[in-house]
């Protein structure tokens, strides 16, 4: 591990296991801060069955017809304009496949330019940054990062998820509470953008030290609204990510359904909010109201080490403090038998031991930020809806479908709501309702009727979950329509077509719900920057950012 002076770029692992090779082109890379694509060479290769499914086996592209791969920033450039010369305005860019949404994986999709072979992590000593390629994942980052340079990013657990989307949506994880959102520390990144007059595409490096104010804009807006609006992020840059921990341990305790009246259901979610808002900042919790189909709800809590704390100290600082949670949770009711375990580990096991990715299937996804602890009436709709199993559904099918309430605020909240695209600087929760099914459909097709309902079900429950908890503020968490002040909107990086989108009239509603007045109210807002980036719209999906 080398804390000091950073290895070469060269020297360091990306997502393959190669030694790291040069962005060849790329700004980095002796090149100006901007430069047109005819530097660049074009990697196609046939459509793979698998090029068309996402990771969520909801979506699929039937007419997709052709697949770039490129290996450098440059290459992305030539790749796009010869995509829409080619295919037309049916060009997706993707990273991971794990949208929760059918941006990319749909009927509309003609091209797809596939980032997985900008894969690299490590030292530019041109940039005097640390970098990330779009093209890696959450592992492959986080592992160069650390095993290289004892370094690390506040970003996400599930180890497949890839960089492009992950940072650009203001990526967050069990580290932010400490360090904040991952663009928190984004010192720069490379992108190509389009100049639909010219049918030109260009390769840039913008900072907030960018001469060009619009580059400065753009910046700004790529900071959480960056997925699929502006341009093609090829390369992040940060010039001081946080100093890894040399520990981690994980709690973990689970108390049974059958425990858990509706009363007691309401203390835990009461006294989980108030010790979020008391734990120390290096802490993080994820409290998993599973379907009671599941048989138990369940609760993780990563306790970091102290910068410099040896291990004894480490282990003393968390033996105190389960000791003292433990009583202040024992009101909630008897732990399940044999549920209540504390792991001590590295730093890099923990990472790998709470890698969430689970198998490709089908799933819905819905966000809310909270700014004060739950609310009775969100508390009873939450517990009447974890105990309804649809119709004709098993119930432990219904298992794996949950309310996450994920541990937030800390560093995230010590920063402006107008410092980057992504304005909720004031929640002390933040709230992900999810279901998932499987079934042995055809790829790319529910043919049955049995298919179909199943989906259906599920998508009611947790449509009927969602308009239930939020009901008093219109079906969602629109802190416009709360005098409480307890609801701040939802995640971009978690979308959710239901909240509206251009087809169905509605992204207006959607789009205030992820980015309240940075959408178009404020000075400096994610439509202007659309307008003067990309006026043409060639970047869009069914919630991107609007040219007007």
């Known amino acids: 591990m080398n804390n000091g002076a950073p290895l070469s770029r060269r020297s360091v692992l990306g997502a393959g296991g190669l030694a790291g090779a040069f962005l060849l082109g790329s700004p980095g890379m002796g090149q100006a801060n901007s430069s047109s694509a005819s530097a660049g060479h074009v990697v196609s290769r046939p459509v793979l069955p698998s090029d068309r499914q996402g990771f969520n086996r909801r979506w699929f592209a039937p007419n997709l017809q052709r697949v770039y791969v490129p290996n450098t920033s440059q290459d992305v450039a030539v790749c796009l304009e010869q995509a829409v010369a080619q295919e037309g305005r049916g060009v997706k860019v993707v990273s991971g496949r794990h949208c929760y949404e059918d941006f990319v994986y749909n009927e509309g999709t003609d091209a797809v330019i596939d980032m997985s072979a900008l894969d690299q992590a490590g030292w530019d000593p041109d940039r005097k940054a640390y970098f990330i390629q779009a093209g890696c994942d959450n592992w492959a980052g986080y592992r160069a990062l650390l095993n290289s340079f004892g370094r690390t990013l506040p970003g996400g657990s599930c180890a497949s998820v890839g960089a492009g989307g992950h ?39 913008i900072s907030e030290s960018s001469t060009d104010p619009d580059e400065r804009d753009l910046f700004w807006a790529v900071r959480g609204a960056g997925g699929g609006n502006y341009g093609i992020i090829t390369t992040f840059y940060f010039a001081d990510p946080p100093i890894a921990p040399a520990y981690a341990s994980l709690w973990n305790i689970a108390w049974d359904w059958s425990e858990l009246s509706e009363a007691r259901f309401s203390r835990l979610l009461s006294e989980y909010s108030q010790w979020v808002a008391e734990m120390p900042t290096r802490y993080f919790t994820l409290l998993k109201l599973n379907h009671s189909g599941s048989g138990q709800v369940s609760m993780l809590l990563q306790m970091a080490s102290e910068p410099d704390a040896n291990l004894d100290q480490h282990l003393a600082e968390v033996g105190e403090f389960v000791t003292s949670s433990q009583k202040r949770l024992a009101p909630v009711g008897k732990v399940a038998r044999g549920q209540q375990t504390v792991q001590h580990l590295t730093f890099f096991e923990a990472l790998w031991t709470l890698n969430g990715n689970g198998p490709n299937q089908f799933g819905k996804y819905k966000s809310a930020y909270l700014n ?142 992820y980015f309240l007045d940075n959408y178009r109210n404020n000075p400096r807002n994610l439509v202007d920057i659309k307008k003067r980036w990309d006026p043409s719209n060639l970047f869009n999906h069914a919630q991107s950012i609007p040219p007007q």
């Open 372 to 513: 004060a602890a739950i609310a009775d009436d969100q508390s009873a709709a939450m517990y009447q809806w974890l105990r309804t199993t649809p119709e004709g559904i098993p119930a432990t099918q219904m298992g794996p479908s949950l309310v996450q309430i994920d541990s937030y605020g800390g560093a995230v909240n010590t920063v402006s709501s107008t410092a980057t695209a992504l304005p909720q600087r004031s929640a002390l929760l933040k709230l992900q309702f999810q279901t998932y099914w499987n079934n042995a459909s055809r790829v790319g097709a529910l043919t049955s009727d049995w298919e179909i309902d199943q989906q259906e079900a599920h998508l009611s429950w947790i449509r009927g979950l969602y308009s239930d908890t939020y009901a008093s503020t219109g079906g969602t968490p629109n802190p416009a329509a709360d005098p409480r002040g307890i609801v701040g909107g939802c995640y971009y990086n978690y979308p959710d077509t239901d909240l509206g989108t251009h087809a169905d009239g509605r992204i207006e509603d959607a789009l205030w719900l």
């Open 167 to 205: 940072i650009s949506g203001g990526g967050y994880g069990l580290m932010s509470r400490e360090h904040g959102l991952t663009i928190d520390h984004l010192t720069a990144v490379d992108i190509v953008t389009w100049d639909d007059s010219r049918s030109r595409a260009t390769v840039r490096h």
